[in-house]
């Protein structure tokens, strides 16, 4: 039997591998009991900010990881695919249907059983055939973060994260916006950049995003604007550290008067029917649900108070009239100091029975968030069956993530996204960068399906013909 607490990314798709494996779990979920500043719902795994889960082709490393994730018959992979919506190259998701799937899927699972209220405590976690998995996510609720701070005997580290508003499709004006993907190639700071840049990025296929051009005198005012619009207040702005890809878009107009021309407001590879020329700047909208009634602005996390969010977003061309179904907020997102206190197992170096996974272990995004749950449940499963919980190889995306969180330098540790960077190269890697990836991701998938079939039994068969 394995204790799970928390029900998000990564508490789910741990779940569901450990009740793959044949061990039965008990997961707690506190909401709606009780429920975070920033998750509106009761559904199990309910996305917070963005319904993209970025690059979906093995040329991004994040793409590597979801194929990764496939192999080992990952329930997030598949709700998700199950629930896509256009988004180019980008694998984004109907976030009510992709909750809602995931919430099903656990409920209808003989072995998970959920449990709806707050754990206040770390378990004790004392027994190494009960294991127990913390994925309480970056709103971890503070009875626990508190204890959790004594267990790893660190200061708990945090950094502020931001969420992008959402508009209804009927109130963007369809004469001034116009349907297109950016062309050309994901660039490595794009992929550095992670969720920040994430679907606009990520895709080079037609036309999935909604484009508002701007002038350059349209830009100036809306910079200016940004500038200076009000924030709404936390306590230690001035101290302020948010995470480098998912900056708030007024944080970025005071780096500089190009800083969101170079960043969500590119408007590389875009033309506008209406001129025929490049636009000077672009907000790009996605499609957030099946329904496409609902648009999300990408890349425009914002911290603005809620009236002036309105005000200036409302300057933007084809936005006069927006209404908003969501606007954006700022949130503190609480993670431990991972390197000092995991193994790459996502075990505890001290507590082997007590694992930690999700975006409070370290790492950053949906993805990675349900990965490290992936992980953390094949090897809270092993430790259940008396089995000893086994590393993934480093030459994979999972892998390599799990190394990164238990081996990176402890001081000023910072959560990552998945990159190519965090993969060993090969001794002699061909030439140009595109086929260095493709051999990378080949030799990654050769590797997985070879751990698989040493020792990996899922449903009684072996992990590696498990789809
Ligand atoms: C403001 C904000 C915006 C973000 N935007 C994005 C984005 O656009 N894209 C992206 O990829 N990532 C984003 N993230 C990061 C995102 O939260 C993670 O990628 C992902 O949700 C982490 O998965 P998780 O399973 O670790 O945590 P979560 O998905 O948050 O799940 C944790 C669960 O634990 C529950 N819980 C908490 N405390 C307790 C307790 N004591 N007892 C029982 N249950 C508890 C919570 O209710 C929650 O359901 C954002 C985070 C924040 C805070």
Same mark, same amino acid.
Request: aromatic content about 6%; glycine content about 10%.
């Given at each position: 039997?394995?204790?799970?607490?928390?029900?998000?990314?990564?508490?789910?798709?741990?779940?569901?591998?450990?009740?793959?494996? =044949?061990?039965?779990?008990?997961?707690?979920?506190?909401?709606?009991?009780?429920?975070?500043?920033?998750?509106?719902?009761?559904? +199990?795994?309910?996305?917070?900010?963005?319904?993209?889960?970025?690059?979906?082709? +093995?040329?991004?490393?994040?793409? +590597?990881?979801?194929?990764?994730?496939?192999?080992?018959?990952?329930?997030?992979?598949?709700?998700?695919?199950?629930?896509?919506?256009?988004?180019?190259?980008?694998?984004?998701?109907?976030?009510?249907?992709?909750?809602?799937?995931?919430?099903?899927?656990?409920?209808?699972?003989?072995?998970?059983?959920?449990?709806?209220?707050?754990?206040?405590?770390?378990?004790?976690?004392?027994?190494?055939?009960?294991?127990?998995?913390?994925?309480?996510?970056?709103?971890?609720?503070?009875?626990?973060?508190?204890?959790?701070?004594?267990?790893?005997?660190?200061? $708990?580290?945090?950094?502020?994260?931001?969420?992008?508003?959402?508009?209804?499709?009927?109130?963007?004006?369809?004469? !001034?916006?116009?349907?297109?993907?950016?062309? %050309?190639?994901?660039?490595?700071?794009?992929?550095?950049?992670?969720?920040?840049?994430?679907?606009?990025?990520?895709?080079?296929?037609?036309?999935?995003?909604?484009?508002?051009?701007?002038?350059?005198?349209?830009?100036?005012?809306?910079?200016?604007? +940004?500038?200076?619009?009000?924030?709404?207040?936390?306590?230690?702005?001035? $101290?302020?550290?948010?995470?480098?890809?998912?900056?708030?878009?007024?944080?970025?107009?005071?780096?500089?008067?190009?800083?969101?021309?170079? =960043?969500?407001?590119?408007?590389?590879?875009?033309?506008?029917?209406?001129?025929?020329?490049?636009?000077?700047?672009?907000?790009?909208?996605?499609?957030?649900?099946? &329904?496409?009634?609902?648009?999300?602005?990408?890349?425009?996390?914002?911290?603005?108070?809620? =009236?002036?969010? &309105?005000?200036?977003?409302?300057? !933007?061309?084809?936005?006069?009239? @927006?209404?908003?179904?969501?606007?954006?907020?700022?949130?503190?997102?609480?993670?431990?100091?991972?390197?000092?206190?995991?193994?790459?197992?996502?075990?505890?170096?001290?507590?082997?029975?007590?694992?930690?996974?999700?975006?409070?272990?370290?790492?950053?995004?949906?993805?990675?968030?349900?990965?490290?749950?992936?992980?953390?449940?094949?090897?809270?499963?092993?430790?259940?069956?008396?089995?000893?919980?086994?590393?993934?190889? $480093?030459?994979?995306?999972? %892998?390599?993530?799990?190394?990164?969180?238990?081996?990176?330098?402890?001081?000023?540790?910072?959560?990552?996204?998945?990159?190519?960077?965090?993969?060993?190269?090969?001794?002699?890697?061909?030439?140009?960068?595109?086929?260095?990836?493709? @051999?990378?991701?080949?030799? @990654?998938?050769?590797?997985?399906?070879?751990?698989?079939?040493?020792?990996?039994?899922?449903?009684?068969?072996?992990?590696?013909?498990?789809?």
């Amino acid at each position: 039997m394995i204790r799970i607490v928390g029900g998000g990314l990564a508490g789910t798709e741990a779940a569901w591998q450990a009740a793959r494996r =044949g061990v039965p779990v008990a997961l707690h979920e506190m909401r709606p009991v009780r429920p975070t500043a920033v998750h509106r719902t009761d559904r +199990l795994a309910e996305l917070v900010c963005s319904n993209s889960f970025r690059g979906d082709r +093995l040329e991004n490393a994040v793409g +590597l990881l979801k194929a990764e994730m496939r192999q080992l018959g990952s329930l997030v992979m598949r709700v998700a695919d199950a629930t896509r919506v256009p988004a180019g190259g980008a694998l984004a998701v109907d976030r009510e249907r992709f909750a809602a799937g995931i919430t099903e899927a656990l409920e209808a699972e003989p072995l998970v059983t959920i449990h709806r209220g707050e754990v206040t405590g770390v378990p004790a976690a004392e027994d190494v055939r009960r294991p127990v998995i913390v994925a309480t996510g970056p709103l971890t609720s503070e009875a626990l973060a508190d204890e959790l701070t004594a267990l790893v005997g660190h200061e $708990r580290l945090y950094f502020f994260d931001a969420i992008s508003p959402i508009v209804h499709a009927d109130s963007i004006d369809a004469g !001034v916006v116009f349907r297109a993907s950016r062309h %050309g190639r994901q660039t490595a700071a794009d992929e550095a950049a992670g969720r920040g840049a994430d679907g606009a990025a990520a895709d080079a296929a037609a036309g999935d995003y909604l484009n508002c051009p701007l002038d350059a005198g349209q830009y100036a005012r809306f910079h200016e604007a +940004l500038r200076g619009a009000e924030r709404a207040q936390l306590h230690d702005f001035d $101290r302020t550290p948010f995470f480098e890809g998912c900056l708030p878009i007024e944080v970025m107009a005071h780096r500089g008067v190009d800083t969101l021309r170079f =960043g969500p407001m590119k408007p590389v590879g875009l033309t506008d029917p209406a001129t025929g020329r490049r636009p000077y700047a672009v907000v790009q909208l996605r499609q957030d649900n099946l &329904a496409a009634d609902h648009f999300s602005l990408v890349g425009f996390q914002t911290q603005l108070k809620w =009236g002036e969010q &309105a005000r200036v977003l409302r300057m !933007v061309p084809g936005l006069e009239r @927006a209404e908003f179904v969501r606007f954006g907020m700022i949130h503190r997102n609480t993670y431990i100091n991972a390197p000092a206190v995991l193994r790459e197992t996502w075990q505890m170096r001290t507590r082997p029975a007590l694992f930690v996974a999700g975006q409070l272990s370290g790492v950053e995004g949906y993805v990675e968030s349900a990965a490290s749950g992936l992980m953390a449940g094949i090897g809270a499963a092993a430790l259940a069956r008396g089995e000893t919980p086994r590393a993934l190889p $480093r030459t994979t995306a999972l %892998g390599a993530l799990a190394h990164y969180v238990s081996h990176a330098s402890p001081t000023h540790y910072q959560p990552t996204n998945i990159a190519f960077g965090l993969i060993p190269s090969e001794a002699r890697p061909p030439r140009g960068r595109a086929a260095r990836r493709e @051999a990378l991701a080949r030799r @990654a998938l050769s590797d997985l399906e070879a751990w698989c079939s040493t020792g990996e039994i899922v449903d009684g068969e072996p992990a590696a013909r498990v789809s």
